[in-house]
């Protein structure tokens, strides 16, 4: 399997992206004045990856997740090349009555098994992560007409 990309650059340190299938991106490296700078894109890719991969699995469980967020701080490198050396994960879970268990398991599966960006950024990054689990409010009763 493999991906595509091709970027173009606009004359000053920015560049638009476009992907084989089709979508685009602004990237920018004055200060991410236009886009995202390549390095944000990096810790973004690892947010989308694992949080795409632990939503599914919370799913294949069935827990009732209403709401899902994945925060992502990394730490880069005092020195050129600025590689990241820390990254912090932090999975935000709202639902009903949702499993800690099943959450653990999700992220474990995660970072061991399925993603692909994590694989990658944990060769010069020590990655953690934590996750909160947020109970969600009760729906409203139905009122008898």
């Known amino acids: 399997m493999s991906k595509t990309v091709?970027?173009?650059?606009?004359?000053?340190?920015?560049f638009d992206g476009?992907?084989?299938?089709?979508?685009?991106?602004?990237?920018d490296g004055r200060g991410n004045v236009t886009?995202?700078?390549?390095?944000?894109l990096m810790i973004l890719g690892l947010a989308g990856?694992?949080?795409?991969d632990v939503i599914d699995i919370l799913r294949?469980?069935?827990?009732?997740?209403?709401?899902?967020?994945?925060?992502?701080?990394?730490t880069q490198a005092n020195e050129h090349p600025f590689v990241?050396?820390?990254?912090?994960v932090e999975y935000v879970v709202r639902g009903h009555g949702v499993d800690?268990?099943?959450?653990?398991?999700a992220i474990e599966l995660s970072q061991t098994k399925y993603c692909p960006t994590s694989?990658?950024?944990?060769?010069?990054?020590t990655l953690r992560s934590s996750y909160r689990i947020e109970e969600a409010e009760a729906a409203p009763e139905a009122v008898p007409a």
Not at 49 to 52: A, D, I, K, S
């Open 60 to 74: 294949k469980k069935r827990q009732d997740v209403t709401a899902f967020a994945v925060n992502v701080r990394g």
């Open 35 to 40: 886009g995202f700078s390549p390095m944000e």
């Open 119 to 125: 694989a990658m950024l944990c060769r010069t990054a």
């Open 6 to 14: 091709s970027v173009t650059w606009d004359g000053e340190l920015s």
């Open 84 to 88: 990241y050396t820390d990254i912090e």
């Open 100 to 105: 800690p268990k099943a959450v653990e398991r």
């Open 18 to 27: 476009v992907s084989g299938s089709g979508h685009t991106l602004r990237m």
């Open 49 to 52: 990856c694992t949080g795409m």
